[in-house]
């Protein structure tokens, strides 16, 4: 796991100790599947997303990690009684903070694989195996739900014009056909949430997106459906006004936060490509060099030689194949 910020790796470390000592050998024996959401201030709505999610997924079990983010009403409690395993972190950094300790969790637990999905029952607990098929199979690193190739009970049309602004943004920048940036039900291997830099405390959805597509694994979508939230609000876009409760004005800066993220992780994300490339010519260059230097050595005649020598030089590519890496806000 790489950590942008060193705080948020005291939180964490702090936050597994405390999961490890709460749940003992459950805490690091997870079964396959690990379903791991991210709440804030979700009580009256989490124990009955708990309730409905599947023991089972692709003949796998499951187990379901909650990370309450700095919670101050009964969302822990609720998800405990539920039958989740509760990470309990005292203080509120975001959703993408929440998910990135919620996958440490999970890996670190020996689960095989990630499912995601929110708080606030907007995703059909039935569609989770739909999503997760193709991971399991063997057929893609990472799958996200769309709602574009699906379905959605939402009407706001400034979050359906931003959704298709984004994806067609997103798809433009890496190459990779998505239809659906922000879906919060999706399944990857374990494995891939270790190997992607996530830094974003909020809006995290993009930057995991462009990481694993940019570190060469295979990211596929799958239709899907987001319903409307029946409990409380939402928690996305808030702004300095909050409390006013101003859809338009949520929505808008939801808007500039999400463009930040995403073309910031973008650019990120090229720079290291780069660099890596660079890094990896130099690596060639170099082996090539010295191949070079030994047989300009060997060709020389030497005193008392009986022969002339011989030099093998192996190059191997620096670039990853497919589904390898390259290299090793505030509510949620």
């Given at each position: 796991?790489?950590?942008?910020?060193?705080?948020?790796?005291?939180v964490?470390d702090?936050?597994?100790?405390a999961?490890?000592?709460?749940?003992?050998?459950?805490?690091?024996?997870?079964?396959s599947v690990?379903?791991?959401?991210?709440?804030?201030?979700?009580?009256?709505?989490?124990?009955?997303?708990?309730?409905?999610l599947?023991?089972?997924v692709c003949?796998?079990?499951?187990?379901?990690?909650v990370?309450a983010?700095?919670c101050?009403?009964g969302?822990?409690?609720?998800?405990?009684?539920a039958?989740?395993m509760?990470?309990?972190?005292?203080v509120?950094?975001?959703?993408?903070?929440?998910l990135?300790?919620?996958?440490?969790l999970a890996?670190?637990?020996?689960a095989?694989?990630?499912?995601?999905?929110?708080?606030?029952?907007q995703?059909?607990?039935?569609?989770?195996?739909?999503?997760?098929?193709?991971?399991?199979?063997g057929?893609?690193?990472?799958?996200?739900?769309?709602?574009?190739?699906?379905?959605?009970?939402?009407?706001d049309?400034?979050?359906?014009?931003g959704?298709l602004?984004?994806?067609g943004?997103?798809?433009?920048?890496?190459?990779?056909?998505?239809?659906?940036t922000?879906f919060?039900?999706?399944?990857?291997?374990?494995?891939v949430?270790?190997?992607?830099?996530?830094?974003?405390p909020q809006?995290q959805?993009?930057?995991?997106l462009?990481?694993?597509i940019?570190?060469?694994?295979?990211?596929?979508?799958?239709?899907?459906?987001?319903?409307r939230?029946?409990?409380?609000?939402?928690?996305?876009?808030?702004?300095?006004?909050?409390g006013?409760?101003?859809p338009?004005?949520?929505n808008?800066f939801?808007?500039?936060?999400?463009?930040?993220?995403i073309?910031?992780?973008?650019?990120?994300?090229?720079?290291?490509?780069?660099?890596?490339?660079?890094?990896g010519?130099?690596?060639?260059?170099?082996?090539?060099?010295?191949?070079?230097?030994a047989?300009?050595?060997?060709?020389?005649?030497?005193v008392?030689s009986s022969?002339?020598?011989?030099?093998?030089?192996?190059?191997?590519?620096?670039?990853?194949?497919?589904?390898?890496?390259?290299d090793?806000?505030?509510?949620?």
């Amino acid at each position: 796991m790489i950590y942008g910020n060193p705080r948020d790796q005291v939180v964490d470390d702090a936050a597994v100790a405390a999961f490890a000592e709460t749940y003992g050998e459950r805490a690091t024996s997870l079964p396959s599947v690990a379903i791991v959401i991210a709440a804030y201030n979700e009580a009256g709505a989490i124990g009955p997303v708990i309730e409905a999610l599947p023991a089972q997924v692709c003949g796998q079990a499951t187990a379901v990690i909650v990370v309450a983010d700095g919670c101050v009403d009964g969302t822990a409690k609720e998800a405990m009684a539920a039958g989740a395993m509760v990470c309990d972190v005292p203080v509120n950094r975001g959703q993408g903070a929440a998910l990135r300790l919620g996958y440490r969790l999970a890996r670190e637990g020996g689960a095989a694989y990630i499912v995601t999905t929110d708080a606030d029952g907007q995703y059909n607990p039935a569609e989770i195996e739909k999503v997760l098929a193709p991971v399991v199979a063997g057929e893609a690193d990472f799958v996200t739900g769309s709602r574009r190739l699906g379905s959605q009970e939402t009407k706001d049309m400034f979050r359906s014009a931003g959704v298709l602004f984004f994806a067609g943004s997103l798809s433009l920048l890496t190459g990779q056909r998505i239809s659906d940036t922000t879906f919060g039900l999706r399944a990857m291997r374990a494995e891939v949430t270790g190997a992607v830099r996530l830094e974003q405390p909020q809006y995290q959805a993009s930057e995991l997106l462009i990481g694993v597509i940019t570190h060469g694994y295979k990211v596929a979508e799958v239709p899907a459906t987001i319903h409307r939230r029946r409990i409380g609000e939402s928690k996305k876009g808030q702004n300095p006004l909050y409390g006013l409760h101003l859809p338009g004005v949520n929505n808008l800066f939801y808007g500039i936060r999400f463009a930040r993220v995403i073309y910031g992780t973008w650019w990120r994300e090229r720079q290291r490509s780069r660099s890596a490339g660079r890094s990896g010519s130099a690596g060639l260059a170099e082996s090539a060099g010295l191949a070079e230097s030994a047989g300009l050595a060997e060709s020389t005649p030497r005193v008392k030689s009986s022969g002339p020598g011989s030099v093998e030089a192996s190059t191997s590519s620096a670039t990853p194949g497919p589904g390898r890496p390259a290299d090793p806000a505030k509510r949620t």
